[in-house]
């Protein structure tokens, strides 16, 4: 695993338990941080899973010198399937997979079949299940939920991944 990716992973666990303030309002401080990494304005409400994808990815760029040039672009999109286009048109540093082929490893960004979007911190497991971290989620695992958890999906729900490969 590359030291990006590893920070993917670090800075996503950091943020579990993060929750919207108010509750139910797709808004809050942080929160708003995440929407900020997009290209939507921050302080409106809207589902942010995508967004709190971003500013992770935003943040691990950051902090391990990874520079945006000419074929490579930080992902502002806020709509989960829209992660794919955005995969797409980057260079070599990101690999897509649509479908995945179980292929899924820890940093893995992993794209829902339910529109939602997050990061697996793991690969599948012998039942199919891969540990995720999520926002915009709850203990059920909506898309709507109202903060920022650990998840267990299985492989079937999983429409794409994106792997960076730097």
Avoid at 58 to 77: N, S
Avoid at 104 to 128: M, Q, R, T, W
Avoid at 149 to 165: A, E, N, P, S, V
Wanted: with cysteine; net charge positive.
């Amino acid at each position: 695993m590359s030291y990006f990716t590893q920070k993917i992973i670090d800075l996503a666990l950091l943020e579990i338990g993060i929750t919207e303030s108010p509750a139910n309002s797709n808004c809050g401080p942080r929160v708003n941080e995440y929407k900020a990494a997009t290209w939507l304005p921050p302080t409106k409400s809207w589902p942010w899973c995508a967004a709190f994808v971003a500013f992770i990815v935003r943040e691990a760029m950051t902090q391990c010198g990874v520079k945006e040039t000419k074929t490579f672009k930080r992902p502002r999109t806020a709509g989960a399937f829209d992660f794919e286009n955005w995969s797409l048109e980057q260079d070599n540093t990101t690999s897509t997979k649509s479908p995945h082929r179980n292929d899924i490893l820890p940093g893995d960004i992993v794209i829902f079949k339910f529109s939602h979007i997050g990061f697996a911190i793991s690969a599948p497991d012998k039942n199919g299940n891969v540990v995720c971290i999520e926002g915009n989620t709850d203990k059920a695992g909506s898309r709507e939920g109202g903060g920022v958890f650990r998840k267990t999906r299985r492989l079937d729900q999983i429409k794409t991944r994106i792997r960076f490969t730097i």
